[in-house]
Structures are given as C-alpha cells and as structure tokens.
Antibody
Framework: QVQLQQSGAELAKPGSSVKISCKASGYTFTSYYISWIKQTTGQGLEYIGYINTGSGGTNYNEKFKGKATLTVDKSSSTAFMQLSSLTPDDSAVYYC????????WGQGVMVTVSS | DIQMTQSPSSMSASLGDRVTITCRASQDIGNYLSWFQQKPGKSPRRMIYGATNLAAGVPSRFSGSRSGSDYSLTISSLESEDMAIYYCLQSIQYPYTFGAGTKLELK
C-alpha cells in the first residue's frame, strides 16, 4: 500500500533552518511528483511546490521561493524540504503528497518556530 | 493566482441529509478540481478528482459535479463519519490553490 512517512516534529529558533523528509513506499517513486503543502489555522492550505522525483526538477509557488528548497534522493525513495531563515510565520504543519494533486498524503510535520 | 471561493464556511446537518458544498473558481479551470476531506488531527484525503471522479475507496454517497465555474461536492445521505472539513483544490495553473474549507458538523 502507498505510504508517505514524514520525519518528526521540529522546534526551531528564528533565523535557523529545518529539513523535513518524506519517505515513500508502495509505488514506483520516480513515476510521480512529490508535492509539499503548508497548513496553518489562519491561512488554511497553501501549495508550496513540487519536485519531479525522476529529474529533480522543481516548481515553486512564488511565495515560497527562497524559503523552501525541494530535493530528492532516488536511492532511498525520499523527498526533502528545507525551510530556511525561519520566522514565527513559518510555524505550521507541512505535508508531502504523492503526485501533483496529492492522491496520498504523509502524516504531516509540525514545525514550531520560537525563541 | 486563481482564487477558489468555497461556501459555506461551515454548516450543520442531520444524519441522512443530502449535503452540498460549492467552490467557485476565479478563472476557467476546466475539470482540474479535486475535493479533500480532513478529519481532526489527520491528513487530508482525496475524495474526488477531475471534478467528478470518485477516488479509490471513497463511498459512493460522495459525488462531484460542475456547472460552469461552480463545482460541487455532494454527500447523498450524511453519515456520522463524514463530519470533517472539506477543501477544494484547483490544479490547472500554478500555484495550485485551495478553497478556505467547509466545516461540516452534526446538527
């Protein structure tokens, strides 16, 4: 069965970076994009972007350019998202999802940015 | 960016009721519309894709339809397990954008 297993919750200081992982199983990893989505109480769901797991090509929402960096390790069927220069506004739950429109989602990672 | 205006923002209904939630797109999105269900503390689950196609494993009481730029998710006979927040997503143009959500509660 398709599974996307994300890394654990992060508590980070303002100005620092975090790197979240998303390990896929149950399907051919390189056949589907991995999308990333941010969820906050105030802004709802926001599409961050996607990575082509075969080529490594990326497409970012302009709002997240410079904030999020998407990478992939095909050998371990794992996608990564690094969030940099963190501020309290980056506190959210971050999801990875299979495909451009998310037919399966990871369990989410809560990132809390606080001094 | 394409704006997805979802209504209502919340609603209450009784078991067995027919429930309809709507999203209106600010531009033509064709049938590039998905619906997601999210229960408290859980990840979103795709229910409908391509505006009208039922995702695998989704009960047949769920259906999607389109009328012009209005897209609807209908639950034909509400069950207790359907209490959740529902979101629409347009996927014709980047950045993909979600509706603000509809919270469905039991009356």
């Amino acid at each position: 069965q398709v599974q996307l297993q994300q890394s654990g919750a992060e508590l980070a200081k303002p100005g620092s970076s975090v790197k979240i992982s998303c390990k896929a199983s149950g399907y051919t990893f390189t056949s589907y994009y991995i999308s990333w989505i941010k969820q906050t109480t105030g802004q709802g769901l926001e599409y961050i972007g996607y990575i082509n797991t075969g080529s490594g090509g990326t497409n970012y929402n302009e709002k997240f350019k410079g904030k999020a960096t998407l990478t992939v390790d095909k050998s371990s069927s794992t996608a990564f998202m690094q969030l940099s220069s963190l501020t309290p506004d980056d506190s959210a739950v971050y999801y990875c999802a299979k495909g451009a429109t998310g037919d399966y989602w990871g369990q989410g990672v809560m990132v809390t940015v606080s001094s | 960016d394409i704006q997805m205006t979802q209504s209502p923002s919340s609603m209450s209904a009784s078991l067995g009721d027919r429930v309809t939630i709507t999203c209106r797109a600010s531009q033509d999105i064709g049938n590039y519309l998905s619906w997601f269900q999210q229960k408290p503390g859980k990840s979103p689950r795709r229910m409908i894709y391509g505006a009208t196609n039922l995702a695998a494993g989704v009960p047949s009481r769920f259906s999607g339809s389109r009328s012009g730029s209005d897209y609807s998710l209908t639950i034909s006979s509400l069950e207790s397990e359907d209490m959740a927040i529902y979101y629409c997503l347009q996927s014709i143009q980047y950045p993909y954008t979600f509706g603000a959500g509809t919270k469905l509660e039991l009356k």
